[in-house]
């Protein structure tokens, strides 16, 4: 079973700072494009980030100029700085990778990471 693992998020003021990482599976999966994903409470999951294989990077505006997504060598794992938080950013963060294993396609989500800012 392909699993990603997620780390970092917690707790900030508004105006600090959080990093949130993910790491894809060392065999058995390539991923292709990886991102994060948030959902608050009440409201529909939506995208935050996303990266590709080949470094394209993409940003919801709600986040553009704050928070900056980076990647490792074969997107082995994906990085997400946040910075200059605000309470509306608090939700729960999903990792996403999409690739192929031998059998073909897979999206993979990881099980979510909690990012609260207070004001």
């Known amino acids: 079973q392909v699993q990603l693992e997620e780390s970092g998020g917690g707790s900030a003021q508004a105006g600090g700072s959080l990093r949130l990482s993910c790491a894809a599976p060392?065999?058995?999966?390539?991923?292709?494009?990886m991102g994060w994903y948030r959902q608050a409470p009440g409201n529909h999951r939506d995208t935050v980030a996303m990266?590709?294989?080949?470094?394209?990077?993409n940003y919801a505006d709600s986040v553009k100029g704050r928070f900056t997504i980076s990647r490792e060598n074969r997107m082995s794992a994906v990085h997400l700085q946040m910075n200059s938080l605000k309470p509306d950013d608090t939700a729960v963060y999903y990792c996403?990778?999409?690739?192929?294993?031998?059998?073909?396609?897979?999206?993979?989500w990881g099980q979510g990471i909690l990012v609260t800012v207070s004001s």
């Open positions: 060392r065999s058995g999966f390539t991923a292709v494009a």
């Open positions: 990266i590709t294989s080949a470094g394209t990077t």
């Open positions: 996403n990778a999409h690739g192929f294993t031998d059998t073909g396609p897979l999206d993979v």
